[in-house]
């Protein structure tokens, strides 16, 4: 509410924006507590997206909303970059990738879901559609990434799609006016599932820090225009505004995104994606939390399914 770039880095062990990660593809040790712990945070900053959202909509539209946000973004990185010395691409064809992933990840993924949220689907709905990524990352991950998906992680994504849908399954019953923003999540899904296969495999060599300099700025470019065609630009600058922005820009654009490269280029593009099946149910724990929107027996038994298929995928 909720997304993505890679490699030779001093930042080994820290979230910075842009955490380093070593050049070549091969996994890291993963025996160091922050390692460990990658995921876990991972999935709590990934499901305050949703949330953010929720906050900072009421006082600007989604694509305007996102285009501040990534212009936020590359002012940041662009400073970090030039700081560090930091490597840009060196080619054409780098670039082109870069945007590429750019574009799937924050434009389309990122555009659906705010597009989504601001016609009414509530976070949990659309932390549900976008979270059968793992699904449909699964299915695409053989052919494209040449990667086996045993039974044992089948059946956890399976189970996990389950609990998910127990999560949020009062908030299910779509009325009319939903059906728009229903079509913007289902976008918002294709976005990330291409996004994390299309990283995985062809953008694996970048630094983290220029590469998402590369990868916001192909994303604002697409949004510019939406903007100016489909919205009047206008932003009101209220205190919760201002908080939702600085939070979606440092926690999510980020933070988040670069902990979802880091672990593609660690693991398996499937089990990855297995986390995402715990961000509905994490989303309505923190709507709860903030909003007072109950959570039944029904929810809590769909978490704790969510919570054995991750199991299941990740140790399968």
Not at 91 to 99: C, K, Q, Y
Not at 294 to 304: N, P, Q
């Amino acid at each position: 509410m909720t997304e993505a770039i890679p490699s030779r880095s001093h930042l080994d062990d820290e979230t910075m924006d842009e955490p380093a990660v070593p050049e070549s593809p091969t996994p890291a040790p993963t025996s160091t507590p922050w390692i460990a712990a990658m995921p876990t945070v991972f999935v709590l900053l990934w499901s305050t997206g949703f949330i953010g959202a929720k906050l900072g909509l009421p006082y600007a539209e989604p694509f305007t909303f996102l285009l501040v946000r990534f212009g936020a973004v590359i002012a940041v990185l662009t400073v970090v970059a030039v700081a560090f010395r930091a490597p840009w691409p060196a080619t054409w064809s780098e670039i082109g990738h870069g945007a590429i992933v750019g574009v799937l990840v924050h434009a389309v993924y990122l555009g659906g879901v705010f597009a989504a949220i601001e016609r009414g689907v509530p976070p949990a709905v659309a932390a549900l559609i976008v979270g059968l990524q793992p699904l449909l990352t699964a299915a695409a991950a053989g052919p494209f990434l040449g990667e086996r998906v045993t039974g044992r992680q089948w059946l956890g994504l399976l189970i996990g799609l389950a609990g998910v849908a127990l999560v949020v399954w009062e908030k299910l019953s779509f009325r009319t006016e939903h059906l728009t923003g229903a079509v913007f999540a289902v976008a918002a899904l294709i976005g990330i599932t291409v996004g994390t296969l299309y990283q995985k495999r062809h953008v694996g060599t970048m630094d983290l820090r220029t590469g998402a300099v590369v990868q916001f700025g192909a994303a604002a470019i697409v949004m510019l225009p939406v903007a100016l065609l489909f919205e009047t630009m206008t932003i009101a600058w209220t205190g919760e505004f201002v908080f939702a922005l600085g939070w979606l820009v440092i926690v999510l654009s980020l933070g988040a995104i670069t902990l979802l490269y880091i672990m593609i280029r660690r693991g398996a593009a499937a089990k990855v994606a297995s986390l995402f099946y715990l961000v509905p149910p994490v989303t309505a724990v923190f709507a709860f939390l903030l909003f007072g929107e109950t959570l039944g027996l029904l929810a809590l038994f769909g978490m704790a399914l969510a919570a054995v298929a991750v199991a299941l995928v990740t140790r399968g």
